[in-house]
């Protein structure tokens, strides 16, 4: 019959024209929550010939989604014409150069957060503005505004931890952050439970497992603290809260300045990392390990500042990774960076944020933030993100990464 | 060419078929030749007064189909610009069907060899797909989640993300 509901029909569409229309689905993004509706339409993306189709060969970083970024607050003038060009104030995704070979994400529209995350509801708008902060295993960190109460407290940090796969949202309890100094929030992380490698359900009221980092420095004592928030509590009866700030300080570091480089820590092994000076120009990496309440320090035994965070210049990146076990951070090696005539001068370019998963950095020279470029770290590659605009706030772009179900060797990506 | 005859090749003939349901539709050979499975029928002169039966293709997307065919038979060669512009219009307009319509119009393309309607079909079912999650792919397409526990398990091993798509959400919503 005609009228043959959906739910017994779909089965009986000729396995290509399932193909065809999976390899037409525009985005990664899509694509990946494809591989997680059924058996079927997993098997046949993880299919090899698929997955070639979609990512030929030599394409890789394809893990990498884009950039998270906020605008800059623009002119009343100027709005006009952005409103067309922008017509939400959710934060945007720059799409990460693939080279042309792939379908670009969005085909011709720009995408932004709330293509991802439904925004309805109690807490509807409460995205614009949102300055991204941090993203792992796809959950994207935000910092937000929301309008109530008004005028809005002082001293008061909200988060919202949205997750891109499932569209949901939580939006975390306030953070008072009188006790912070003027730099407020120096250092964030947020984990998954992927990072906890056990199975950790949601529970008081949160769509997701999570735990958010933050490292704050004392406007008294100056020393760091750390601010832990899980979404789930051992007992069922209180709702998760943030735990009361532990004394970093006090047990590992001394007096330190920082973090340097990068706000968001390089989490590895089950502990996240932040980069510290110490006294005499000596640096540290504070490790907290994101099960136990165990905070550590390690010395780098460095003379050179790690150059993970910025280029030198004899035009090379130096990179540090930690080694399983505890976290040893030494030079790997020294990647020459491939450079097109575009390059004036390597000293200024710097590094906004880093990718892990896909091993790439965003980059731009503070003197023209109108053009940014993505380096390929294990290549020393760099290419031009056509998709930066001169209106993005590099100081918000977060790399969003996917974490495919499916062998990710598949993809050749050497 | 056999114009002046009226041969089964005359490109002013009428090619009847007959849907599942029993219903008749009839279009120019033009129109039927878009159709692969159609076009072997008439070369091999199959086309007849009774129509040719097309045992998996009912009456409502046979019509759509009829009407597909022969709006892009009238026009397939030496388009102006406006033409191929009202053509992607009438094309853009055909396609905004529910999700049974556009089910049927997947299969029937298929199996009768169109290939363009295949291609708007196949677009239309991927455009609709993206930006939703798994949950929502599911109840727009009527797909059973049809993981087994040790599959989300595995899943949940693999990637967080999948994990908790697959089980958590489904309980909690």
Known sequence: MAEMGAAAAVPVIPEDVVIEILARVPDPTSLFRCAAVCRRWRRLIAEPAFLRRRWPRGTGGAALLGFFAQRHQIQANARRKLTKLFPTRAPALVAAPDRGRNPPIGLGRRLFLTDFVRDDGATAGIFDQAKPVAARGGLLLMRVFPRAPSPPAQNVLHLCVCNLLTGKHDVLPPLQTACFDDDGVRGYAILTATDHRISRIPSGGYNTFFQVLLLGIHNGDHQVYLHRFFSTTATAIMPPSWSTPTNCSERTLGRVWGPYGNRVAAVSNGTAHWLFHGEGQSLYTLDVSIDADNIGATKLPLDALPIAVRMNRSSTWFRLETQGGPALWFFTQAIPVVAGKMFLGMESLSSVCIGEKSGTMLTLYHSDQNRAYVLNLPSGVITRVADWKRWFNYLTAVPFEINWPIDWALFGTT | ?173
């Open chain 2, 1 to 173: 060419m056999a114009a002046a005859t009226d041969d089964a090749g005359d490109s002013n003939e009428m090619i009847r078929v007959v849907s599942s349901d029993g219903e008749h539709f009839e279009m120019p050979e033009a129109a039927a030749n878009l159709s692969l499975v159609l076009r072997h029928m008439i070369e091999d002169d199959c086309a007849d007064a009774a129509g040719i039966p097309l045992a998996v293709v009912a009456a409502k997307p046979l019509a759509k189909i009829v009407d597909y065919c022969t709006k892009h038979a009238a026009k397939s060669s030496g388009l102006t610009i406006e033409e191929a512009e009202e053509l992607k219009r009438f094309d853009a307009e055909f396609i905004e069907v529910d999700t049974d319509m556009l089910y049927d119009l997947l299969v029937a393309a298929d199996f009768m060899g169109v290939e363009g309607l295949s291609k708007l079909a196949v677009q239309r079912t991927a455009d609709l797909i993206k930006g939703k999650t798994p949950e929502q792919n599911r109840e727009t397409f009527g797909i059973v989640n049809d993981f087994t526990p040790e599959e989300e398990e595995e899943i949940c091993k693999e990637n967080e993300w999948a994990f908790q798509i697959t089980k958590p959400p489904s309980r909690l919503c």
